[in-house]
């Protein structure tokens, strides 16, 4: 698939391809009930940039942690990381689908994938990346989800663009319902998402004169207008869960 050069601009230089952070991340791995001593197999599922793959393997030091993407441009920037953070012998980046994950079957004790399974769908990720796990492994996924009744404005937003979109009560039923253990949920905070769309905001007035652009920074700065207008409506959720 070939993405254009303005895609790329667009989130050039950016810690996350979404609001989030290291801390945030870290509140939701210290909700599993495991030791970050042991020498575990963990997958980092759509890992853009690669943030969130290094942490992993900063935090599980003994552990393989293996990520992966669907463009080699990020693949190459974690590759990059992998160097530069020496952990070549125990990080591995490949180009990859979240549709068709090529690993066996109950390959890893931890799946994590940040922001990336609106891509798939929520139930649908959950359901065909179980048999990747190992009995008793966790998963940890955030997605878009309602913090209370939303605006009509943000339900029109998001309904254009994922469906799945639903309230934390109703994901954790979901998450039961597809036979996990729901363990806890972490909410990204509002100060992530204005941090997040200050740096997209610089990287898109780069693009100001890119005719071929406009649609593309048309919808982002849709996108960033509506959650400034209804910032307490929604917000991405880490959910963590353990197959069982």
């Known amino acids: 698939m070939e993405i254009p050069l303005y895609f790329y601009t667009a989130y050039r230089d950016l810690d996350r391809l979404s609001?989030?952070?290291?801390?945030?991340a870290l509140e939701s791995l210290d909700k599993l009930d495991i030791n970050n001593d042991d020498e575990l197999n963990i997958l980092d599922i759509a890992c853009g940039v690669g943030s969130s793959t290094i942490l992993l393997a900063n935090y599980f030091k003994n552990s393989t942690v293996e990520g992966f993407d669907l463009?080699?441009?990020?693949?190459?920037?974690?590759?990059?990381?992998?160097?530069q953070n020496d952990l070549v012998d125990r990080v591995f980046a490949y180009q990859m689908d979240m549709r068709d994950p090529d690993f066996a079957n109950e390959e890893f004790d931890i799946l994590f994938c940040e922001a990336g399974i609106e891509i798939i769908g929520f139930k649908k990720g959950l359901s065909e990346w179980k048999r990747l796990l190992k009995p008793?492994?966790?998963?940890?996924?955030?997605?878009?989800?309602?913090?209370?009744?939303?605006?009509?404005?943000?339900?029109?937003?998001?309904?254009?663009?994922?469906?799945?979109?639903?309230?934390?009560?109703?994901?954790?039923?979901?998450?039961?319902?597809?036979?996990?253990e729901f363990i806890d949920y972490v909410v990204v905070p509002k100060s992530e998402w204005e941090e997040y769309h200050l740096n997209l905001e610089k990287n898109l007035n780069l693009l100001n004169n890119d005719k071929s652009a406009q649609d593309f920074v048309g919808q982002l700065k849709k996108e960033i207008k509506t959650y400034r207008q209804n910032s307490k409506d929604y917000s991405?959720?880490?959910?963590?869960?353990?197959?069982?």
């Open 236 to 244: 991405y959720v880490f959910y963590i869960m353990k197959k069982v």
């Open 136 to 180: 008793e492994g966790y998963m940890i996924v955030s997605d878009v989800s309602w913090l209370k009744k939303p605006s009509k404005e943000s339900r029109d937003f998001w309904d254009n663009i994922y469906e799945e979109v639903d309230t934390i009560e109703n994901k954790i039923k979901q998450i039961q319902d597809l036979g996990y």
């Open 71 to 83: 463009f080699k441009h990020y693949k190459k920037i974690l590759d990059e990381k992998i160097s």
């Open 19 to 24: 609001p989030g952070s290291d801390k945030t």
